[in-house]
């Protein structure tokens, strides 16, 4: 049995993050929103990040790009095909963020500029990088534009002439204008209709197809991930506890948690099948419990889930943060 | 468009449905005035905004009736016009019989003693100065339900022991310092301390973590069955609407496209744009195939005084006659209603015919 | 039970003020200037009024702030002065932020036709222009203080008004409003009880600002000799330093620290306002 935490060249994978912990100050203390956290993700796949409120999935996504001001990284690396992204700086940081990884924030589509237009955002992010002219980079609005399924002539648009789903696909848009190759998108489709919803998701596959991307889909609706993504990640309390291919994980969960969360939300087409929400609340990242972070809301913990925090380990079937799983 | 309601007897066996309607609705209009104040209702005019749209639907004693929609659907407007929080512009609610009058006050309060709501959003639904004690015991003050101090403290004590709550845990804190999952089962203590015989739930579990969900969603299962509670569920969520509803009425900019038992809705839909929203809603074990319509990211604006169908503008499968003529509810199936000229049945649509261009 | 857990409240509220360096500030000037006023009697070596020294005396350990023209000691006029200058800004300020609170709160709160009548009238007491209708009402009018101090807290509402029924209608977007109609209390409880007491803090700050500008008006009237010159304020000790050639006779300690005391004022009152609204801001 393998441990997820080898040195850096020998998976090969596109992202590799070792031991990446990040705290935030707090009036209390400083916060441990990511602790200790092992992932790779391979070249050309969608993983889908799940977990719920505080978990740190979109730390760890922000962390990517070296944006959790205020938070800092405290220990860790993270590694994007072959470049130490946390000891980038200056204009090496500029390159590396957008056009070898760009990100989708929360409630981007909020974050628009009211009084520009939506061409002159996506020309001002290109001319800024010092990548083109303003002429070609008009032409390459157009060809975004296009890309995300937006008529072209919707270019000299206000962001408040939009609607939400066209919105997101101007972020979608802008995230893409230097043909990055990874993206995040943090929750890329939540405050939107379920219609809209299905649409931006089918876009987003198109592109992740078509340009050859690799994505890492941050949610806390596993049902998303489920059909988007190639392998899951599932994240509780600032931990990584459960990493696999998305068909393992939803149809044959490992850990305690992850067999909760599937167990916790309704399915179409199974209406009798009863669902179980999760007892007692998620842990305070100041003072988490001792040993495995889920045990005191585990149906299985037994005494060594008390005091020893189990490591992910490659189990046969996925990795597992689990002392039930191990050995 | 009157529509007589079959009251049949539905798959979920737990239910045990009255044969009266219990609240009815005929006729309902709700239009606003398009400007910067959108809480009172106007008619005819320019710029309004039709949101309830002449929705005629009944609910029955003890069921669970899920309202379907997206944002702008309208259910929202319906749900708090039901409770009596929003005034209609035309046409009625009647619960038990006896019509909603909501001009005098005196009244709405009595209509309040029996019919209460919950709302989406947990962290504003309590007024950030006042401690949780103080919230609950406004309504039993306010409604004359208790003659002393004690008895109030043990009807709160035992409010919030049933919906999961300890007492002292919550009873003196102030909304803040508690989570999403307390504060809306607080609520949902605070709507069912006065013993409603209907509750409108707006959400409920939209704002909540997933893990959360099932709880809050549970609680009102038992509380409909246990307590023959009333309730009309507004969601956006299909598999939530399922899950938890006898009957499932699926409404779009206005008005209500479809309606069934939750188990018609879902297996066998009628509505073309109930078969939109059914396609659209992820699946973890993956969908079986996406929505094949991207435009869906332009809904086009149905201008006020268009004479057809609502849903002409999006439809796949819209005819000339979806242009002009606006299809009411009909029975199709014992219990299933739709409202769409190609689905209805009605003889004179061939279902060979062209699209509309 | 009650007053405790208000008092506690009071207490966390003082806190919240003075956990930054803005609210300790406004706090400490506004708290000095109370005592100033306050204890007065105790603190001013003389009665304003009283000859007790030489004419345009220059300061010095009997008189910290000279003379003025008839002997009387500048010093103890500064400190009886504060009374003055308070009473109208905190008279002004209330009577601002009573009217502005309550029209806003009403207007805010039912909307329609009511809503947008107040909202006419707000805008219309707006476009008046304070100080030259304080001058041809000074003019036409016996000058007091009464006077001038309802006609400013009758033209300093709008500003509050606007504000509050910005929050209020903010407020009643929230389903708490909703929840307090469906546990059965009535609008006036709703608008006294529930939405007020969430809007003290911004009320406040607006009230400060009223306060503030009705000071520094007043002092304006008193300086072109208009205003009441029986109500001793630092406006009306700049008044005299004008008229009986302090200015002329370079005596910059008659009349520097008056017209510094109204800064002073001004800066305590708006940096405790920012305080106060502090309390709001982290409380909900």
Known sequence: ?????????????????????????????????????????????????????????????????????????????????????????????????????????????????????????????????????????????????????????????????????????????????????????????????????????????????RLKLTIILITHDISIVGEMSDRLAIMYAGKVVEVGRTIDVVYDPQHPYTQALIKAIPTIGYKNAEIKGIPGVPPNLLSPPSGCRFHPRCPFAFDRCKTEEPPLINNGKDHVACWLRSA | MLVEVGMKSVTNAAADLDNSSFVDIRNLRVYFK?????????????????????????????????????????????????????????????????????????????????????????????????PIHDALLTPLKKFGLVRSEAEADERIESMLLRVGLSAKDVENKYPNQLSGGQRQRISIARAMLVQPKLLVADEPVSMLDVSLRAGILELIKELNRRDKLTVLFITHDLAVAQYISDRIAVMYRGKI???????????????????????????????????????????????????????????????????????????????HFVACFLRDKSSEIDSAQRPAG | MEIQGFLRRRWSDFKIITQTTTGKVGFGITLLLIILAVFAPWIAPYPPHAITGPSYARPS??????????????????????????????????????????????????????????????????????????????????????????????????????????????????????????SGMSDTEIMLKVLLPNMI?????????????????????????????????????????????????????????????IAVLGIGFILLGYGVERIGRIRS
């Open chain 3, 61 to 182: 350990w009997s008189h910290l702030l000279g003379t003025d023209d008839i002997g009387e000691d500048l010093f103890s006029q500064l400190v009886w002065a504060s009374r003055g200058s308070l009473l109208i800004g905190i008279s002004a300020g209330l009577i601002a932020t009573i009217i502005g609170v309550g029209i806003g709160l009403v207007s805010g709160y039912f909307g329609g036709k009511t809503g947008e009548g107040l909202m006419r009238l707000t805008d219309t007491v707006l476009v008046l222009p304070l100080l030259p209708l304080l001058i041809v009402i000074a003019s036409i009018f016996p000058s007091s203080v009464i006077l001038v101090i309802s006609v400013i807290g009758l033209l300093s509402w709008p500003a509050t008004s606007r504000v509050i029924r910005s929050q209020t209608l903010t407020l009643r977007s929230r389903s708490f409003v909703d929840a307090c109609k469906l």
């Open chain 2, 34 to 130: 398009r400007s910067y104040d959108v809480y009172t209702p106007r008619q005819h005019g320019k710029h309004v905004i039709k949101a309830v749209d002449d929705v005629t639907i009944q609910i029955a004693r003890g069921e669970i009736l899920s309202i379907v929609g997206e944002s702008g659907s309208g259910k929202t407007t319906l749900g708090r016009t039901v409770v009596g929080l929003t005034r209609p512009t035309s046409g009625k609610v009647l619960l038990e019989g006896n019509e909603i009058n909501y001009e005098d006050r005196g009244k709405l309060r009595e209509l309040w003693k029996k019919s209460q709501m919950i709302f989406q959003d947990p962290y504003s639904t309590f007024n950030p100065l006042s």
């Open chain 2, 257 to 335: 496209l479809e309606l069934g038992s939750s188990h018609d809705i879902i297996d066998s839909p009628l509505h073309p744009y109930t078969e939109l929203l059914l396609s659209s809603v992820p699946r973890i074990s993956g969908r079986k195939s996406w929505p094949d319509r991207s435009e869906i990211s332009l809904p086009k604006v149905v201008p006020n005084d268009f004479a057809g169908c609502r849903y002409y503008a999006n439809c796949p499968l819209a005819v000339d006659r979806c242009k002009v003529q606006e299809p009411s509810l009909k029975e199709v199936y014992s219990g």
């Open chain 1, 1 to 209: 049995m393998t441990q997820l935490g080898e040195t850096v060249t020998t998976t090969g994978a596109f992202v590799q993050i070792r031991d990446l912990t990040v705290t935030y100050p707090t009036p209390m203390g400083e916060l441990r929103a990511v602790d200790g956290v092992n992932l790779d993700v391979y070249r050309g796949e969608v993983l889908g990040l799940v977990g719920e409120s505080g978990c740190g999935k979109t730390t760890l996504g922000l962390a990517m790009l070296r944006m959790n001001s205020p938070g800092r990284v405290v220990k860790g690396k993270v590694n994007v095909d072959g470049v130490d992204v946390l000891s980038l700086e200056g204009e090496r940081l500029r390159r590396y963020r957008w056009e070898k990884v760009a990100m989708i924030f929360q409630s981007a589509m909020n974050a628009l500029d009211p009084v520009k237009t939506v061409e002159s955002q996506i020309v001002e992010t290109i001319v800024q990088h010092g990548r083109t002219n303003k002429e070609k980079a008009k032409a390459r609005v157009r060809e975004l534009l296009e890309t995300v399924k937006i008529d072209p002539l919707r270019a000299k648009s206000f962001p408040h002439e939009l609607s939400g789903g066209m919105k997101q696909r101007i972020i979608i848009a802008l995230a893409l204008c230097l043909s990055p190759e990874l993206l995040i998108a943090d929750e890329p489709t939540t405050a939107l209709d379920v219609v809209v919803q299905a649409s931006i998701l089918k876009t987003i596959k198109e592109l992740q197809e």
């Open chain 3, 201 to 261: 803090p911004l009320a406040v700050l607006y009230g400060v600002f009223a306060a503030v500008n009705a000071v520094v008006i007043e002092a304006g009237l008193d300086f072109i000799g208009l205003g009441s010159i029986n109500n001793l304020s630092w406006g009306t000790m700049l008044y005299f330093a004008l008229s009986r050639n302090a200015l002329l006779r370079g005596e910059w300690w008659w009349f520097i620290p008056p017209g510094a005391l």
